[in-house]
């Protein structure tokens, strides 16, 4: 299994509302991120995951509440989010080696729309 | 500090004619090097990697990519154009030198390539 699998493909919800964002990955790799990508920009990096414990936040807000409950395993828990917060939500996972750079694998993504 | 240029932000071929997507990096360290590319609505996929070992670097569906040294170029080429291609590409460069907390990743703007008839 090489893929990374993102729910729901669509979402939306309006500024009071609670949900969350699931990511899954099956190919053993122990460093998870999340990223944001605004239409015609490159994605941004949010939040990484290493030996399911946050070790990069990139001064996201507290409205976004990442959570990794084991090594396969990605959420991304979303509260009183604002209209600009509507993006494409990238989820992505990779080898860990302190010797080499290891490629991410990308997910498909959330579309995310916040009324 | 690492930065990556994307020398173009859209290039438009035809069908069949040779495709260039130039891309220059900045880089402290040695750096590796990524080619992505996303279409529309989808994720990224992983075009090719520059891990410091051979200079010129083949990847999937027919494209490759030369690391330049003393240019500071990962210039993206495909001989031949098809209707699929068209698509937006990323050049990344990692940033900083590995670590076991995860890597960091700088992102071109990207360029848009469209593939006409």
């Known amino acids: 299994d090489t893929e990374v699998t993102q729910t729901p493909k669509h979402l939306v919800m309006g500024m009071t509302n609670k949900k969350s964002l699931k990511c899954e990955q099956h190919m053993g790799h122990r460093a998870m991120y999340w990223y944001k990508q605004k239409a015609k920009k490159p994605p941004e990096l949010m939040f990484v995951y290493s030996y399911e414990k946050l070790s990069i936040n990139e001064s996201v807000p507290s409205r976004f509440s990442p959570e990794c409950p084991n090594s396969s395993l990605l959420n991304l828990h979303l509260h009183a989010l604002q209209p600009e917060d509507s993006a494409l939500y990238l989820c992505?996972?990779?080898?860990?080696?302190?010797?080499?750079?290891?490629?991410?694998?990308f997910g498909p993504g959330t579309r995310l729309t916040v009324l | 500090a690492q930065s990556v240029t994307q020398l173009d932000s859209h290039v438009s071929v035809s069908e069949g004619t040779p495709v260039l997507l130039r891309c220059n990096y900045s880089s402290s360290y040695s750096p590796s090097l990524f080619w992505y590319v996303q279409h529309p609505n989808k994720g990224l996929q992983l075009l090719l990697k520059?891990?410091?070992?051979?200079?010129l670097v083949k990847g999937i569906n027919g494209f490759e990519a030369e690391f330049k040294k003393s240019e500071t170029s990962f210039h993206l080429t495909k001989p031949s154009a098809h209707m699929s291609d068209a698509a937006e590409y990323f050049c990344v460069v990692t940033s900083g030198g590995p670590t076991g907390g995860g890597n960091k990743l700088t992102f071109g703007t990207g360029t848009q390539l469209k593939v006409e008839l």
């Open positions: 520059y891990t410091s070992a051979a200079t």
């Open positions: 992505a996972s990779s080898h860990l080696d302190m010797m080499v750079y290891n490629e991410q694998f």
